[in-house]
């Protein structure tokens, strides 16, 4: 092998390990929405129920509810930041988050639960309480 072929196979190689770690998770991407207030793209990450505690009110929302229900929550507490406090990643069927939201009412201790769904995680349960 001559230099120049061990060196174009050394570069794909970090640009392939570059383009794999730049690769978002989906809290990331959940996160991300929370902090636009964006309910319509959440929507896009909920499961067809959802667990939907928002505030004192906690029920079992279809997937259109829930996003009205967001949507609804957002335009009362329009988010200006997040922090995530933890993340679990390492299940190949679950991820887990607990961020606070800021907004301009106050900040929000937020819960996300999603599960792996043939391939795409979804919300399944999502908390958003007085911190």
Not at 9 to 31: E, G, N, R
Not at 43 to 58: F, G, K, P, Q
Not at 74 to 92: E, Y
């Amino acid at each position: 092998m001559t230099l120049s072929y061990r060196i174009k196979v050394a570069f794909i190689a970090f640009l392939s390990i570059c383009a794999f770690s730049a690769k978002a998770d989906v809290i990331d991407d959940v996160t991300a929405l929370l902090k636009a207030g964006n309910a319509k793209e959440m929507s896009r990450y909920l499961a067809s129920n959802v667990e939907l505690t928002l505030l004192t009110d906690d029920a079992e929302y279809s997937k259109t509810q829930a996003e009205a229900a967001l949507r609804n929550f957002f335009s009362k507490h329009s988010p200006t930041g997040i922090k995530i406090l933890h993340k679990i990643t390492s299940n190949p069927n679950h991820r887990f988050a607990v961020v606070n939201l800021v907004t301009n009412a106050g900040t929000f201790r937020t819960s996300i639960s999603l599960r792996n769904f043939s391939g795409k995680f979804l919300i399944t349960e999502l908390r958003i309480e007085e911190d």
